[in-house]
């Protein structure tokens, strides 16, 4: 294998590992009791990792949160971590793409508003509602960590050519 295949991957690991933490840190809001910091790893990971292995982390990262709070929506969870998968690798293509300004707002309409929808449906209305306001909050949380520290990240992983992978 090579060294910079082994290295992604190695990465990879270890921002799912570093999701896995953020994943025992619940956010405390009324209602939903699986909202955490997992996700803001996964949302940094985009600065070193190609955007299909920054989801990946961050599907990896949900199913933690979810084993830690007991898995209290069932096998429901697969669809929320198919939908953090497609959250981070869209932050990611925009964010390889220098779509700095869009991506914050995609990131926070998508997951905190667009992912809740399909539980409108399966669950009801009023868990979407209630729901609503704790999911933005997590999500506002995550992206102002990731705010915070993607700086940091951009400049210890800039190549030798001056561009960040």
């Known amino acids: 294998m090579k060294r910079q295949k082994l290295m992604t991957w190695i990465l990879t690991a270890m921002v799912a590992a570093i999701c896995a933490v953020g994943a025992m840190i619940k956010v405390p809001i009324p209602f939903v009791s699986t909202a955490a910091l997992d ?3 996964a949302f940094l990971g985009v600065v070193f990792l190609p955007p299909v292995l920054a989801g990946t982390a961050g599907m990896l990262g949900h199913f933690i949160t979810a084993l830690t709070a007991g898995f209290p929506f069932g096998p ?10 497609i959250v981070v690798w869209v932050f990611g293509v ?13 990131a926070f309409v998508l997951n905190g508003i667009i992912a809740p929808v399909p539980f409108y449906f399966l669950i009801s209305p009023a868990f979407f509602w209630g729901a609503l306001i704790s999911i933005c909050t997590a999500t506002a949380l995550n992206l102002v960590i990731v705010a915070i520290g993607m700086p940091v990240l951009r400049k210890v992983f800039v190549r030798k050519e001056g561009s960040v992978s």
């Open 94 to 106: 925009m964010h390889k793409k220098d779509m700095h300004i869009w991506k914050w707002p995609i």
């Open 39 to 41: 996700s803001a790893p």
């Open 76 to 85: 429901l969870h697969l669809i929320i971590a198919v939908e953090m998968f």
